[in-house]
């Protein structure tokens, strides 16, 4: 019912710019937060970035000055620009909204997309 698509990622030399987008379709009544989560070979999925209704954000400390968030309301979209890459920002991304359906709308619930790959080179 509720699906999220993100495109952006690819191969990338170490100092490049990537931006990253999400969208958000299917029933939805409204989104509460949306963010950015990546996940290297061998470890844990981690939080990147996240933005909520009213554009708060928050970052991850080794991205911060580097990577920006931001999102579309109108078109249930997030974006994030990856600037400043390094070999060490590789990684599956993954995008994340917690968000109200219309048929449940009396809590929220989280979806996830299916990964776009960022490769960065040294």
């Known amino acids: 019912q509720v699906q999220l698509v993100e495109s952006g990622g690819g191969l990338v030399q170490a100092g490049g710019s990537l931006r990253l987008s999400c969208a958000a379709s299917g029933s939805i009544r409204s989104i509460n937060a949306m963010g950015w989560y990546r996940q290297a070979p061998g470890a844990q999925r981690e939080l990147v970035a996240a933005?909520?209704?009213?554009?708060?954000?928050n970052y991850a400390d080794s991205v911060k000055g580097r990577f920006t968030i931001s999102r579309d309301n109108a078109k249930n979209t997030v974006y994030l620009q990856m600037n400043s890459l390094e070999p060490e920002d590789t990684a599956v991304y993954f995008c994340n909204a917690n968000l109200v359906t219309k048929a449940y709308f009396v809590y929220s619930m989280d979806y996830w997309g299916k990964g776009t790959l960022v490769t960065v080179s040294s």
């Open positions: 933005i909520n209704s009213g554009g708060t954000t």
